[in-house]
């Protein structure tokens, strides 16, 4: 089995960083958005909202350098939780579990948001190539 998905969008809401047990957990959200024509020949966007959950020194991560608005690339493993709320129905929400996460928008964009540069944070995972373990030949 395979669950790993690949995200390129925008912070949506100032990443919250909490305490669980012995370690942390920082949740946000990101909107990522598509183009495409409609059947007129009209542009049309269409955006797709994850809610984003980091753990460890990640989630640390996540909380210092991921502000509103923000580019982000991550790529996780979607989780879904099961729930029911107050009344007794049954929920469902769908999450995306950040295992990588690579800051965008070059160095510009970096310097508006804290002077941030990913090379020289010994706490930013670095981007390193995937191996999925499939050969191609």
């Known amino acids: 089995m395979f669950n790993q998905t ?14 669980i047990g012995t370690g942390q957990v ?7 958005s598509n183009n495409y024509l409609d059947k007129q020949g ?3 966007q269409k ?11 990640l989630a640390e991560v996540c909380a210092n350098y991921c502000k509103k608005g923000k580019q982000v690339f991550i790529v996780g493993e979607i989780k879904t939780n099961k729930w029911e709320d107050k009344n007794g129905n049954k929920r469902e929400t769908i999450s995306l ?12 964009s970096s310097q508006s948001s804290g002077n941030f540069q990913p090379e020289n944070n010994p706490n930013m995972q670095q981007e390193q190539p ?8």
Do not use: R, Y
């Open 6 to 19: 690949f995200i390129i969008g925008n912070v949506g809401q100032e990443p919250e960083l909490k305490q």
């Open 26 to 32: 920082c949740n946000f959200s990101v909107a990522v």
């Open 42 to 44: 009209n542009k049309q």
């Open 47 to 57: 955006t797709e909202w994850f809610n984003v959950s980091a753990f460890g020194k």
């Open 97 to 108: 579990i950040a295992q990588k996460l690579k800051l965008l928008g070059g160095k510009e």
């Open 130 to 137: 995937f191996d999925d373990g499939i050969p191609f030949n």
